[in-house]
T-cell receptor
Framework: QKEVEQNSGPLSVPEGAIASLNCTYS??????FFWYRQYSGKSPELIMS????GDKEDGRFTAQLNKASQYVSLLIRDSQPSDSATYLC????????????FGSGTRLSIRP | DTAVSQTPKYLVTQMGNDKSIKCEQN?????MYWYKQDSKKFLKIMFS???????INETVPNRFSPKSPDKAHLNLHINSLELGDSAVYFC????????????????FGAGSRLTVL
């Protein structure tokens, strides 16, 4: 079983709709959870970090964490064409807080 | 003023050659990393240093040797390059903060695309 799993997509969402990205992780002891966005040919950049159960909102982005289900998601409201990118879920390894493991990413496409 | 800078941005070389990639960060972070991103975009951790000390060493061929002369610099030397080494190599840094907000957030460099012919 992969440590961090994501649906590779592509996920196609109409402009203005809500995009929902999901991620599951295998290590129950993980404490830090991240969503990074990566445009083609660019480096990953942090969108959201979340450390406790529940929702965390930042502008059009909401991260949701459920440690009991080992599940973290990212909602993007009012999707824009500029949101088209690959979204990487990342989780810290319980044995080493500094070891950040990435999922394989979900490619999101916002259609006009 | 670039926070994490890597050089070179592109590297094209022949099999069997030795090459190095350099990384510098001006964020004052204690921890630096090398990640490899393959053609399928999977980002895999290779090494991590905390204040010049190696703390993470994943299952990486010993042809890869990281070096951290100080906490602001982390270089990657690759010996006897193979076709499978072709990838984008990302340097990153972070500041562990005891698990609180902002802990272990990675700041990436622009990447170094290595092509082995």
């Amino acid at each position: 079983q992969k440590e961090v799993e994501q649906n590779s997509g592509p996920l196609s969402v109409p402009e203005g709709a809500i995009a929902s990205l999901n991620c599951t992780y295998s290590d129950r002891g993980s404490q830090s959870f991240f969503w990074y966005r990566q445009y083609s040919g660019k480096s990953p950049e942090l969108i959201m970090s979340i450390y406790s159960n529940g929702d965390k909102e930042d502008g059009r982005f909401t991260a949701q964490l459920n440690k009991a289900s080992q599940y973290v998601s990212l909602l993007i409201r009012d999707s824009q064409p500029s949101d088209s990118a690959t979204y990487l879920c990342a989780v810290n390894s319980p044995g080493s807080a500094s070891k950040i493991i990435f999922g394989s990413g979900t490619r999101l496409s916002i259609r006009p | 003023d670039t926070a994490v800078s890597q050089t070179p941005k592109y590297l094209v070389t022949q099999m069997g050659n030795d090459k190095s990639i350099k990384c510098e960060q001006n964020l004052g972070h204690d921890t630096m990393y090398w990640y490899k991103q393959d053609s399928k975009k999977f980002l895999k951790i290779m090494f991590s240093y905390n204040n010049k000390e190696l703390i993470i060493n994943e299952t990486v061929p010993n042809r890869f040797s990281p070096k951290s002369p100080d906490k602001a610099h982390l270089n990657l030397h690759i010996n006897s390059l193979e076709l499978g080494d072709s990838a984008v190599y990302f340097c990153a840094s972070s500041q562990p903060q005891g698990g609180g907000p902002g802990a272990n957030v990675l700041t990436f460099g622009a990447g170094s695309r290595l092509t082995v012919l």
